[in-house]
């Protein structure tokens, strides 16, 4: 669709998370999670492999971006501004390392669209899992009444991903629940998950 901004047709796996969450926090609040790289640090899931839960998110921090992608403090809300490009870098437990692009579409007082896309490879040990640009999200928060948000994602990774990542949509949809968790403010490792 044209709202994701996506410019190469095609994925591997894609996910669609809707949901709908109670928060009387006001579009600032919200602004400054998104910005809180930090934050994101301990995020949990439900690994379908293991049978249990599982750190997502083992690293994460706001920084520089290109090309030195040096280290910086959490971005603040008024750094979380419509057309801004923000980079941050994350380690996840499976594709290691990586560092990302975070633009925001959005940002009014009700109404919040932001991406997300891996800007350099990530990788499983040595091996290639998907190149720049093959993970990318789209992520978007609507209030709907005072105290109520709507929120809708919806994730893919590139079609000539390695094909060491197909067959996992359970912990795909884990991965996925994980962050709307996370951005709803509800703990991230909450019984039940949404796949066994």
Not at 117 to 125: D, G, K, L, S
Not at 140 to 154: A, G, P, Q
Request: glycine letters at 6%.
């Amino acid at each position: 669709p044209v709202c994701t901004g996506w410019k190469t047709p095609g994925f591997a796996t894609l996910v669609v998370t809707v949901g709908r969450f109670r928060s009387s926090s006001g579009a600032d609040v919200m602004r400054r999670r998104i910005g809180a790289i930090s934050e994101l640090k301990g995020v949990f899931y439900w690994s379908t492999t293991h049978k249990q839960w599982q750190t997502l998110i083992v690293d994460a921090s706001a920084s520089s971006g290109p090309p030195a992608h040096r280290r910086r403090a959490d971005f603040p809300a008024n750094e979380v501004a419509e057309g801004k490009d923000l980079y941050f870098q994350q380690a996840d437990n499976m594709s290691g390392k990586a560092s990302y692009r975070l633009h925001i579409l959005s940002a009014s007082s009700d109404r919040l669209v932001f991406s997300t896309e891996n800007i350099t490879t990530m990788r499983y040990y040595l091996v290639p899992l998907f190149h720049p640009g093959e993970v990318q999200s789209v992520y978007f928060l609507d209030r709907e009444s005072k105290d109520i948000w709507r929120y809708y994602s919806i994730t893919r990774t590139g079609r000539n991903s390695n094909s060491l990542t197909a067959g996992h949509e359970a912990s795909s949809i884990n991965r996925a629940v994980a962050l709307f968790r996370y951005w709803a403010g509800i703990p991230t490792d909450k019984e039940p998950p949404a796949v066994r």
